[in-house]
């Protein structure tokens, strides 16, 4: 391909690849392989089709296909900056993610427009100097602007009621983050119920209301009289859990007895906070759509 053609930078290059590769690598998050699939599991949301990657030997093999396949896709990499941006959260790796492919679009806008990288460097006008590099929240809005609207993203203002005891209000707000940094609606007591509001009335809305009910499990909760109350309310509307309107979510060693037996948690006792994030966003996508196919194949077990 003579290198002078505009359509050289439609893909990214090997160079730039194995920076964007080398970003990922760093992320503590996305050396876990259920992280890995529920990256892969956003894109394909993202693109609006389901991403197909060959098995591979290694995770370094399977971040490298991810690359190239989002590189050949026409919005393919902007949703993998969202995907990264959901799973991490604010850190290093998504900013780095973000900033590389906000790069890569500049650099195929400049070449779309009949100009090379070069000679934009190097032009003699008065607007010669290259401008500032953008800062993190910049970064952040423009990359927000090429991904395409996620279609399972919720609309409706209240998805999630967290029921906790006082004993794991950190907890209850550390999830409730999580969800909301997500894209969910979320009713806590912690910041819902503020002065002049009526405890038990909210209590109702949000058994009542609220799409799910996440049931924040500890010894505490157990033993709570409240807490059995909201998950009863729960569970009582959906005894079979056909819609699984109750999702419980484990935070401390402990054993749930009765009916709440039956239901099946979401367990994030020991993960450091990276990976019990991406658990926790996992279980409330397999708790919505019914089920937790892997993104990628199983190993063949012969």
């Not at 090997?14 to 992320?27: C, G, I, K, N, P």
């Not at 650099?107 to 779309?112: A, G, I, Q, S």
């Not at 203002?157 to 029921?163: H, N, T």
């Amino acid at each position: 391909m003579d290198k002078d053609d505009p359509s050289r930078l439609a893909r990214p290059d090997d160079e730039w690849t194995q920076r964007m590769v080398s970003a990922l690598q760093t992320s503590p998050v996305l050396g876990d392989r259920y992280a890995r699939a529920l990256m892969v599991e956003l894109v394909g949301e993202a693109l609006g089709r389901p991403v197909s990657l060959r098995e591979q030997a290694t995770a370094n093999l399977q971040l490298l296909e991810l690359v190239r396949f989002c590189g050949r896709e026409e919005g393919g990499l902007p949703a993998l900056a969202s995907a990264v941006s959901l799973i991490e959260g604010h850190s290093q790796t998504s900013d780095t993610v973000s900033a590389l492919v906000l790069e890569h679009v500049k650099d195929v806008n400049h070449v779309n427009h009949g100009e090379r990288i070069e000679d934009v460097e190097h032009a003699d006008h008065a607007e010669a100097a290259p401008a500032p590099a953008p800062g993190k929240a910049e970064v952040a809005v423009e990359v927000a602007a090429e991904v395409p609207s996620d279609p399972q993203l919720p609309t409706q203002s209240l998805d999630f009621f967290i029921s906790y005891t006082g004993a794991d209000r950190q907890w209850a707000a550390w999830i409730a983050w999580q969800l909301e940094e997500a894209g969910y609606g979320v009713l806590v007591q912690e910041w819902d119920f503020v002065p002049g509001s009526s405890w038990p009335v909210g209590m109702e809305r949000g058994v009542t209301e609220c799409e799910r009910t996440i049931a924040v499990l500890s010894p505490a909760y157990m033993k709570s009289v409240y807490g059995r109350q909201e998950w009863q309310a729960v569970q009582v509307k959906d005894a079979l859990g056909l819609a699984r309107r109750l999702l419980p979510v484990r935070v401390a060693p402990c054993e749930p007895d009765g009916m709440l037996a039956s239901v099946v948690y979401v367990d994030l006792v020991g993960l450091p906070p990276q990976e019990a994030s991406a658990r926790l966003l996992a279980g409330v996508r397999a708790a919505r759509t019914g089920r937790s196919k892997p993104a990628l194949p199983p190993r063949f077990p012969g």
